[in-house]
């Protein structure tokens, strides 16, 4: 048996007034963005935000609905919108904020595990990765150098490969 040890490093920030300020205007639409999420059963507002590598920002928010849980999360949403604006365009950077309505905004969160692998293929699919920014409405901030750092074991095209 061999022991492989899986690890990758986190930048933490006390605050979004620590960031530079490229990274600081994209998480403070990121929170802005909250406002326009339709999330009215579980009361949690998600807001994704992607700078492209052509200077483009898309925004995308979780999308909820009475057929409980067949929403969409705000990351794919936002994968979507990029995919269908700007085909193949590379991300620069993503920043991914919340804001729950009956609880605490104060750390951040990670993507769920399908939005993990949504990201993790979008970086394979142009051939770049690109930074994570994650982040509540308030307190520390973390930013990731890239999706695969969150999903070091993802389910991939050369998967369903014949013959393997």
Request: charged share 20%.
């Given at each position: 048996m061999i022991k492989k040890e899986v690890q990758f490093t986190v930048d933490v920030f006390k605050s979004i007034d620590d960031l530079m300020p490229a990274d600081l205007s994209l998480l403070s639409?990121?929170?802005?963005?909250?406002?326009?999420a339709y999330a009215p059963y579980s009361n949690?507002?998600?807001?994704a935000v992607a700078q492209l590598s052509n200077g483009a920002i898309v925004k995308g928010t979780n999308q909820e609905n009475a057929s409980y849980?067949?929403?969409?999360?705000?990351?794919?949403?936002?994968?979507?919108?990029?995919?269908?604006?700007?085909?193949?365009?590379a991300i620069q950077t993503m920043a991914i904020s919340y804001?729950?309505?009956?609880?605490?905004?104060d750390h951040p969160i990670s993507p769920c595990g399908m939005c993990r692998q949504s990201l993790v293929e979008y970086e394979q699919r142009v051939k770049q990765s690109f930074r994570i920014i994650l982040s509540g409405m308030t307190g520390e901030v973390y930013i990731i150098e890239k999706a695969t750092d969150l999903l070091p074991f993802p389910f991939s095209s050369s998967d369903l490969a014949s013959g393997r």
């Amino acid at each position: 048996m061999i022991k492989k040890e899986v690890q990758f490093t986190v930048d933490v920030f006390k605050s979004i007034d620590d960031l530079m300020p490229a990274d600081l205007s994209l998480l403070s639409a990121a929170r802005e963005t909250t406002q326009a999420a339709y999330a009215p059963y579980s009361n949690f507002l998600v807001g994704a935000v992607a700078q492209l590598s052509n200077g483009a920002i898309v925004k995308g928010t979780n999308q909820e609905n009475a057929s409980y849980p067949v929403g969409l999360c705000a990351e794919r949403v936002l994968l979507s919108a990029i995919s269908s604006q700007f085909p193949n365009m590379a991300i620069q950077t993503m920043a991914i904020s919340y804001h729950h309505l009956k609880g605490k905004s104060d750390h951040p969160i990670s993507p769920c595990g399908m939005c993990r692998q949504s990201l993790v293929e979008y970086e394979q699919r142009v051939k770049q990765s690109f930074r994570i920014i994650l982040s509540g409405m308030t307190g520390e901030v973390y930013i990731i150098e890239k999706a695969t750092d969150l999903l070091p074991f993802p389910f991939s095209s050369s998967d369903l490969a014949s013959g393997r």
